[in-house]
C-alpha cells in the first residue's frame, strides 16, 4: 500500500484529497503548513509527496529544496500557481511533476501512479547506445554514427525514453504518459509526428525504419539496425 503524504493549507482541498486517495487504496498522511509537512517527511517516509507551494510559514519551494536535502521522495507540487517561471522553477528544484489547481482527483491519482513507476525503475546509466545510435542523458546530447543529431528536447526526450527500453515496444499512450506527461488527454497524432521528425533525422522512414519500428494499432519500438541494413535514407 503506498503512503502519500499531502501537505496543503486549504481545509477543503486537503480533506477532499485525503478522501479520494483513501479510497483509492492509499495510506495517506496530511500537513497543514511547511513544517509538520517536513517532519512527516522525515518521520513518516511517505513513497511520494503531494506539495502546495502556498503554505502560511514556508514557500513550498523552499519546503522542497529543504526535502530535497534529506530524502529522494518523489515530489508532485500541486498548486494555484500556473505560470512557466514557477512551473521550470519547481521542476529545478526538485520536483518530479507539476499540476496545477483545480484538478480533479483521478488527474491526481495518475499522476501519483507514473511517478511512483518512475521511482521504482531500476536507474538509467548516463550514457545509452543501441547500434549505431549513442545518448548521453547528462550531456542531452545524440550522435548517430559518430554524428551529432540536432534533436528538439521533446525529440530527446521521446528518443532516450524509447532508448531506454529498446527492443521493447511501447505503447503511444505511455509515451503520452510519460515523456507528454498527459495521464488523460492528448492525442496519439502527437506521437505519430515527433515520430514523423525522429525517423527523418534519424535517416529513416516509416516504410524503410532502421531504429523505430512501428507495431501497428499499438505503438514502437526501438532497435539496433539488423546486420547489413540499408543506409540512411538521406533527409530533405
Not at 495510506?27 to 503548513?33: I, L, P
Not at 500557481?81 to 495518475?110: H, M, T
Not at 526526450?157 to 511501447?170: E, Q
Not at 515527433?194 to 531504429?211: D, F, N
Request: hydrophobic share 45%.
Amino acid at each position: 500500500m503506498p503512503k502519500v503524504l499531502i501537505v496543503e493549507d486549504e481545509p477543503a482541498i486537503r480533506t477532499a484529497v485525503v478522501r479520494a486517495l483513501t479510497g483509492q487504496g492509499y495510506a495517506v498522511a496530511a500537513a497543514q503548513d511547511a513544517v509538520t509537512g517536513l517532519r512527516l517527511a522525515v518521520s513518516e517516509r511517505p513513497d511520494v509527496v503531494v506539495l502546495d507551494l502556498g503554505l502560511p510559514d514556508l514557500d513550498g519551494r523552499e519546503v522542497l529544496r529543504m526535502l530535497r536535502a534529506v530524502s529522494k521522495v518523489p515530489v508532485i507540487v500541486a498548486t494555484a500557481r500556473g505560470s512557466e517561471a514557477d512551473i521550470v522553477g519547481s521542476l529545478n528544484a526538485g520536483a518530479d511533476d507539476y499540476l496545477v489547481k483545480p484538478f480533479g482527483a483521478a488527474q491526481l491519482e495518475a499522476r501519483i501512479r507514473a511517478v511512483l513507476r518512475r521511482a521504482g525503475e531500476p536507474a538509467q546509466p548516463p550514457v545509452i547506445e543501441v547500434g549505431g545510435l549513442r545518448i548521453d542523458a547528462g550531456a542531452r546530447l545524440v550522435s548517430l554514427d559518430g554524428s551529432a543529431l540536432d534533436l528538439t528536447p521533446r525529440e530527446f526526450d521521446l528518443l532516450h525514453y524509447l532508448a531506454a527500453r529498446a527492443g521493447t515496444v511501447v505503447t503511444k499512450r505511455e509515451l503520452l504518459v510519460e515523456v507528454w506527461r498527459l495521464p488523460y488527454g492528448g492525442a496519439d497524432k502527437t506521437v505519430d509526428v515527433h515520430l514523423s521528425w525522429l525517423r527523418r533525422k534519424l535517416g529513416e522512414t516509416a516504410q524503410e525504419p532502421r531504429y523505430l519500428h512501428t507495431a501497428r494499432r499499438i505503438g514502437v519500438r526501438l532497435a539496433a539496425p539488423k546486420p547489413g541494413a540499408g543506409e540512411p535514407v538521406a533527409g530533405p
